[in-house]
């Protein structure tokens, strides 16, 4: 499922463009789920509440009080995977996209194949960044979150709760599949805790101190959580 984020502030440019790349990806047999937005300010305020929601945005650059450039800046501080399109009517802006880490910069109307070329570049950039993110899913929802900003792993019962700087996710999974999805990076303290050992502030009295939070460390777990905890932090 390639989730698409539309945001321009012209109903019918926006239709269009919908349209436009469901001709493309419906024949390659692609799953895609379209979300459109009026406004950067709409985009953001939708992305506050659905972080890890979208896989690839494509931006008008001129819209109201929020310009796309603005837009985009602010959705790369929030998700440093989200792969960012800028389409436009003007081509002064071309080389800003690059201070974003855009994907592209289309003229409108956009030309089949150059919508064609994006989105396998789009595919393949998600690909690649597979290993940097963790892909969950909550109910009807499938969240892809970046490793570095997860903080911790918590598990009660069949549940495992994703804890992030901004939001947590529960989704029904065992923490020992998690661990291995997760690799490198992440240590086990706990039977029902893993820990992003980046995030951990310090370790005292049986503790780890992540983000202010204390989690407990258990006598099994004790030897090997702090032998990777040092090594973590030495590197």
Request: charged share 25%; with cysteine.
């Amino acid at each position: 499922m390639l989730r698409i984020g539309i945001c321009d502030d012209l109903y019918d440019a926006r239709a269009a463009l919908a349209a436009a790349l469901e001709r493309i990806l419906e024949p390659q047999g692609i799953a895609c789920q379209m979300f459109e937005f009026s406004s950067g300010e709409g985009l953001l305020g939708w992305l506050s509440n659905h972080a890890g929601e979208l896989d690839l945005v494509f931006l008008d650059m001129e819209m109201g009080e929020l310009s796309g450039m603005e837009t985009a800046r602010r959705l790369r501080s929030a998700d440093e995977g989200l792969q960012i399109v800028f389409v436009t009517g003007y081509t002064d802006y071309v080389f800003d996209g690059y201070s974003v880490g855009a994907l592209g910069y289309l003229v409108k109307p956009p030309k089949r194949e150059q919508l064609a070329d994006v989105l396998t570049r789009a595919q393949a950039a998600l690909h690649l960044g597979a290993g940097r993110t963790y892909l969950c899913r909550s109910g009807e929802v499938t969240y892809r979150l970046p490793k570095s900003k997860i903080l911790y792993f918590c598990s009660d019962r069949r549940q495992v709760t994703c804890v992030t700087r901004d939001k947590s996710y529960t989704f029904y999974a065992k923490l020992d599949d998690v661990e291995r999805e997760v690799g490198e990076g992440f240590i086990r303290i706990h039977q029902r805790y893993l820990v992003r050992a980046a995030a951990v502030e310090r370790v005292e009295s049986g503790e780890v101190m992540v983000e202010g939070r204390a989690l407990p460390i258990s006598r099994s777990c004790q030897s090997a959580a702090l032998a990777a905890l040092t090594r973590c932090l030495l590197e």
